[in-house]
């Protein structure tokens, strides 16, 4: 059973910063493929905020956030991170961690080979951490 958990999330004012982790957990037989980060807003629907493919070393990001995000992977507690830097109030939202895992020896397509940031491609998700951004 594959489990995620985020930690991070908070009260911040514009301008300010905030660093998110997510601790996976679970199926030993599955390997990280690609994962990533995804917000909802109020009444609005979820959307990715940026993924990392782990045998390419690769990362994509919404454009309403480069230059301001960073995805990376926490080697020392097995933890994917995202630091998020000069927040804006509309950064506010529920920010999820989810894991897209193959099976350890099956075929994984390189970055680019469809829509890095479908949530529908994501079958693993956290619970999700509230982050706020006041002006």
């Known amino acids: 059973q594959v489990q995620l958990v985020e930690s991070g999330g908070g009260s911040v004012q514009t301008g300010g910063s905030l660093r998110l982790s997510c601790v996976d957990s679970?199926?030993?037989?599955?390997?990280?493929?690609?994962m990533g980060w995804f917000r909802q807003a109020p009444g609005r629907e979820r959307e990715g905020v940026a993924v990392l493919f782990f045998d390419w070393d690769t990362t994509f990001y919404a454009d309403s956030v480069k230059g301001r995000f960073t995805i990376t992977e926490d080697n020392s507690n097995n933890s994917l991170v995202l630091q998020m830097n000069s927040l804006k109030p509309e950064d506010t939202g529920i920010y999820y961690c989810?894991?897209?895992?193959?099976?350890?020896?099956?075929?994984?397509?390189?970055?680019?080979?469809?829509?890095?940031?479908?949530?529908?491609?994501?079958?693993?998700w956290g619970q999700g951490t509230q982050v706020t951004v006041s002006s």
């Open positions: 679970g199926d030993s037989s599955l390997v990280k493929y690609r």
């Open positions: 989810a894991a897209d895992l193959r099976i350890r020896g099956s075929y994984r397509p390189p970055p680019g080979s469809g829509p890095p940031l479908d949530p529908e491609f994501f079958p693993y």
